[in-house]
């Protein structure tokens, strides 16, 4: 990256585990991580931010909803409804739904255990911030690990997602958690901000990863600052 | 308390053990969450109108539950001497 574009700031909660993991691909797909705080009062100048995967706050209450009211996401809310680029992962996508900036919420798997697995995905709308390196219905692998996974919402909530293509990425060869039309992943009017229970950031090697299959988030969004 | 429309794995996992433990005829359990607040002042028309609106904004999801808001006194909780009012808000 040049001229300070892409600098891409994760936040880490009390409780987050997957916010090294989330700089690390973001490091690997070319860009600069920022180390983001809870109790940040700012987001010190990033271009794009990613809320990570763990158990902010010790899911107490509810998963993601004492984060929601943390410090970092006055301005994280506020820069989101303006345009910028915001990827939930697991609990990140908790955070989002909490905080209404994605409809619908994350309950208890319908089968109550936690799931820990690679996953399977399509890949259903390409032209959001974070997906534009895929192709439409493209198959991907990445892990999955979660207990309360499943996506919920009103029927007239999901028949308006169907409508406006707001489903980004669905379950494939098996439902993992009784997600409601195998939805994995969503995103908001604007395309600007994507939420999905399985982790990007942990195929983004093959050393670690099963795929490289989850780098394309990061290259997608760094792509879209630079043409921004 | 969850939404009648929203599953709730953990009820019906409870109501399966049921049968198991010599309880039969229970159709259905769903599972929900209690708060007690204690409120050191008098529990007014507005403090208990901020409490509904606490509620609505952090105890509950209304996006999955339902909630509602009642009174007590705090000796009917068991929790005798202090005589401070308490309001509680069953929350899914």
Redesign the interface.
């Given at each position: 990256m040049t001229g300070g574009l892409g600098r891409i700031g994760v936040v880490t909660f009390p409780g987050s585990l997957d916010d090294s993991d989330a700089r690390r691909a973001v490091r690997l797909a070319g860009g600069e991580p920022v180390a983001l705080w809870h109790r940040d009062k700012n987001l010190h100048q990033v271009d794009a931010v990613v809320l990570p995967g763990g158990f902010s706050y010790g899911d107490y209450?509810?998963c993601g909803?004492i984060a929601r009211?943390s410090p970092v996401m006055e301005p994280l809310l506020e820069q989101a409804r303006a345009g910028m680029p915001v990827l939930g992962i697991c609990n990140g996508f908790q955070v989002l739904?909490?905080s209404h900036l994605l409809?619908?919420?994350l309950?208890?798997?319908?089968?109550?255990h936690f799931i820990c697995r690679d996953q399977k995905l399509r890949v259903e709308r390409t032209d959001t911030a974070w997906t534009s390196d895929y192709a439409d219905g493209q198959e991907i692998t990445v892990p999955l690990k979660n207990g309360e996974g499943?996506y919920?919402?009103?029927?007239r909530t999901l028949d308006a997602l169907e409508a406006e293509g707001r489903v980004v990425f669905r379950y494939v060869d098996g439902n993992p958690n009784?997600s409601r039309r195998d939805i994995a992943g969503i995103t908001n009017e604007a395309g600007n901000v994507v939420g999905l229970m399985p982790h990007p950031e942990h195929a983004v090697e093959t050393l670690t990863g099963p795929t490289t299959d989850g780098l394309g988030f990061f290259t997608s969004v760094l792509k879209k600052l630079v043409t921004a | 308390m969850?939404k009648p429309?929203?599953?709730d794995?953990?009820g019906q996992?409870v109501q399966r053990a049921l049968p198991r433990l010599g309880f039969e005829g229970i159709a259905d359990v769903r599972q929900g969450k209690r708060f007690e607040l204690e409120v050191a002042e008098p529990v007014t028309d507005e403090a208990l109108a901020r409490i509904h609106e606490l509620a609505e904004k952090?105890?509950a999801?209304t996006?999955?539950e339902n909630f509602t808001v009642s009174v007590e006194n705090a000796g009917d909780t068991g929790d005798s001497g202090s005589g401070s009012e308490s309001a509680q808000g069953a929350v899914a």
């Open positions: 209450l509810r909803a009211f739904c909490e409809p619908g919420a309950t208890r798997n319908d089968h109550l499943g919920v919402a009103d029927e009784g | 969850l429309e929203i599953l794995p953990q996992a952090f105890l999801n996006v999955i």
